[in-house]
């Protein structure tokens, strides 16, 4: 009898891997159905319940084409925790800064700052979610030398109060040589 319940056991672990090989197979297909979709450049109109890897490469397609405004809007609808979601409020981010340095060097360089602003929030949720994020990190630190943080009121140690005791007087046990 022990025979036989190892051998049912035996079939239903091939039984599992070959429907864990299937459905692999499967997503392996759609998989490459995307990436033919992407390298062909015949991406489909927007599509909300389209694959996010589809929407981000709608979304760079666009960006590299100039499409800037259209590039954002579809960026901002990816982010989200995942790696794709990551990539496009990276990419955005990026996008952000390089309108800020265009028109910072252009006619109107006081409107850069709210685009370098945006681009410096996009690499600080990055580096909140990732903290060893590099990219992230040189891309904000150069925005930041782009247009510098204001100095903070908080980052200043507080001045004493007057009339404030001090902490040799209020210590215990703590004698400080007198008699």
Excluded: C
Excluded at 40 to 46: V, Y
Excluded at 156 to 164: L, Q
Aim: charged share 25%; aromatic share 6%.
């Amino acid at each position: 009898m022990k025979r036989r319940t190892l051998l049912k056991l035996a079939w239903a672990a091939l039984a599992l891997l070959g429907v864990a090989a299937a459905l692999d197979g499967a997503r392996l297909v759609g998989d490459e159905r995307i990436n033919a979709q992407i390298a062909s450049g015949a991406l489909p109109p927007e599509d909300p319940d389209a694959p996010a890897e589809l929407r981000f490469a709608q979304a760079y397609a666009q960006a590299a084409s100039g499409a800037a405004e259209a590039a954002l809007t579809r960026y901002g609808a990816l982010h989200a925790d995942t790696p794709v979601g990551q990539a496009a409020r990276y990419n955005g981010a990026n996008l952000l800064l390089r309108q800020g340095i265009a028109l910072r060097a252009g006619a109107q360089p006081g409107q850069a700052l709210a685009l370098v602003e945006l681009a410096k929030e996009g690499y600080r949720e990055l580096l909140r979610h990732d903290a060893d994020d590099w990219a992230a990190r040189y891309n904000l630190e150069r925005a930041q030398r782009l247009v510098a943080d204001p100095e903070g009121e908080d980052e200043e140690p507080p001045a004493a109060r007057r009339g404030a005791e001090r902490a040799a007087t209020t210590m215990r046990g703590y004698a400080p040589g007198l008699p």
